[in-house]
């Protein structure tokens, strides 16, 4: 499946695919937060990243802005005080935001982890 690189989109027309791919969470606007449990990355709409499809129905996917990242929207949480303070225990503050082409994947995959059995454990107390 090939990707064209992604478009120039308004903004009223990113909001409007974000909400329409992302089934998991609402958006209300651009500036809407989320926590990627695969990079362990606070990132916003205005850094996700929209790619057509260059065969096939036409249809779009989101991605995760951080570079070497493969999340799609079921890996974006919310980012509750829980989980940004321990994001923060485990990576230093300026690494704690995601920037395109950033990634260092080693110690990121075991707060990952960490994070995903700790979302678990909050969803199992619901």
Same mark, same amino acid.
């Given at each position: ?9 308004s903004d ?12 998991f969470r ?32 036409? +249809? *779009? /996917? @989101?991605?995760?802005? %951080?570079?070497?990242? =493969? ?40 707060? +990952? *982890? /960490? @994070?995903?059995?700790? %979302?678990?454990?909050? =969803?199992?107390?619901?």
């Amino acid at each position: 499946m090939s990707f064209s690189p992604q478009s120039t989109w308004s903004d009223a027309e990113k909001l409007d695919v974000l909400r329409r791919l992302d089934q998991f969470r609402e958006w209300r606007s651009l500036n809407d937060k989320r926590f990627c449990l695969v990079c362990s990355k606070i990132i916003n709409g205005w850094q996700i990243e929209i790619a057509d499809r260059t065969r096939g129905n036409g +249809a *779009s /996917r @989101l991605s995760c802005p %951080t570079e070497r990242c =493969n999340s799609i929207p079921m890996d974006w949480v919310l980012p509750t005080d829980e989980l940004v303070a321990l994001a923060k225990t485990a990576i230093p503050e300026d690494h704690n935001t995601a920037s395109p082409k950033v990634a260092d994947r080693g110690e990121e995959q075991s707060l +990952a *982890s /960490r @994070l995903r059995k700790f %979302t678990l454990h909050l =969803n199992l107390a619901s």
